[in-house]
């Protein structure tokens, strides 16, 4: 995991809160991943905000992309949001 990656979690009502902060790579999507499938229990919506992310590696990216759909045929929906999670950075 990149050293100065974060999640921050809140919870309001049905919707769990998602900020990711610092670099993001290989290592910080698997930890994205895993504290999805963690928190998904309990909750109608997950919102993950990436507006807090310095950089994006493309690895990072190739390996949330590889295993997000796993988690999005599940419930609860993921929204993300800011960022640029979708498209390469570094």
Do not use: W
């Amino acid at each position: 995991m990149a050293p100065n990656f974060e999640i921050q979690k809140f919870r309001t009502s049905d919707m769990l809160h998602m900020e990711l902060l610092g670099d993001f790579d290989g290592s910080s999507a698997v930890e994205l991943i895993n504290t999805l499938k963690e928190h998904r229990i309990g909750v109608d919506t997950i919102c993950v905000n990436a507006r807090g992310l310095s950089k994006i590696y493309a690895f990072g990216r190739e390996v949330l992309q590889k295993n997000i759909a796993g988690i999005q045929a599940l419930e609860p929906y993921i929204l993300f949001i800011g960022g640029t999670l979708g498209q390469d950075t570094v």
